[in-house]
C-alpha cells in the first residue's frame, strides 16, 4: 500500500547516534508548537510540545528548540534506537489559532541497526 | 489511542455513492477534527468542530460536510465520492483547540474505485 514516507525529505542515522529533525514553521503569530510520531499504518502519537515563551524543552531522549527569530523549529533525538523509525511531523497553532494545528509535511527517519 | 474510535477502518466504494466515516471519542474533548493525509501532502485539514453543532471549513472541505450533534461523535460525510477522495483520513481530539496537543485515531483508509 501507499506509505506517508513517498516524497518526504529522510534522515538515515545509525542505532545509537543522536538526530536532528528540523521543521520551518510559517506563521510568526505561531504560539504552540509540536512533534508527532507517525508509525507505518497508525495515527500520528504526541512526542512532545513547547509553548513560544521558552525556547528549549527536554523529554524522555528527546529535546525540542524552538527559534522564533528564524521561525525554526527542531528535534532531537538521543540514542536513536530502531524503534524510533517512523515519520516525525512538526504542527503550529498557525498564528495563535485557538482553534487548530496546521501540520508540516513530515520527515522520514530510518534507523539502521 | 486516548479514546478515540473511528469507524471503519477500511472501506471501498464506487464513485457517485455516499460515504460516511465515524469519529467516536470517550474523552469528552470539546474539540474534534478530520484531516486527510496523502503522500506528499502530509495531513490536511478538512472540518473541524468546535463544539456540539458547532464546524468550521478547514483547508480542504470540498466535497465533504460533517456533523456533531453529540460531544463524543463527529461524522463525515462524502455527498458523492470522487477518485479523488481516496486517501486515509485521521480524526483527532482535543482538550484546548490550538493549544494543546491533539490526539489521533487509527485512521481509516477509504478507496474510491
Known amino acids: 500500500g501507499e506509505s506517508v514516507g513517498l516524497h518526504l525529505p529522510t534522515l538515515s542515522v545509525q542505532e545509537g547516534d543522536n538526530s536532528i529533525i528540523n521543521c520551518a514553521y510559517s506563521n510568526s503569530a505561531s504560539d504552540y508548537f509540536i512533534w508527532y510520531k507517525q508509525e507505518s499504518g497508525k495515527g500520528p502519537q504526541f512526542i512532545i510540545d513547547i509553548r513560544s515563551n521558552m525556547d528549549k524543552r527536554q523529554g524522555q531522549r528527546v529535546t525540542v528548540l524552538l527559534n522564533k527569530t528564524v521561525k525554526h523549529l527542531s528535534l532531537q533525538i538521543a540514542a536513536t534506537q530502531p524503534g524510533d523509525s517512523a515519520v516525525y511531523f512538526c504542527?503550529?497553532?498557525?498564528?495563535?489559532?485557538?482553534?487548530?494545528?496546521?501540520f508540516g509535511k513530515g520527515t522520514l527517519l530510518t534507523v539502521n541497526p | 489511542d486516548a479514546g478515540i474510535t473511528q469507524s471503519p477502518r477500511h472501506k471501498v466504494t464506487e464513485t457517485g455513492t455516499p460515504v460516511t466515516l465515524r469519529c467516536h471519542q470517550t474523552?469528552?474533548?470539546?474539540?474534534m477534527y478530520w484531516y486527510r493525509q496523502d503522500p506528499g501532502h502530509g495531513l490536511r485539514l478538512i472540518h473541524y468542530s468546535y463544539g456540539v453543532k458547532d464546524t468550521d471549513k478547514g483547508e480542504v472541505s470540498d466535497g465533504y460536510s460533517v456533523s456533531r450533534s453529540k460531544t463524543e461523535d463527529f461524522l463525515l460525510t462524502l455527498e458523492s465520492a470522487t477518485s479523488s477522495q481516496t486517501s486515509v483520513y485521521f480524526c483527532a481530539i482535543s482538550e484546548g483547540g490550538g493549544n494543546t496537543e491533539a490526539f489521533f485515531g487509527q485512521g481509516t483508509r477509504l478507496t474510491v474505485v
Open positions: 474523552e469528552n474533548h470539546r474539540y
Open positions: 504542527a503550529e497553532n498557525s498564528g495563535g489559532s485557538n482553534y487548530k494545528l496546521t
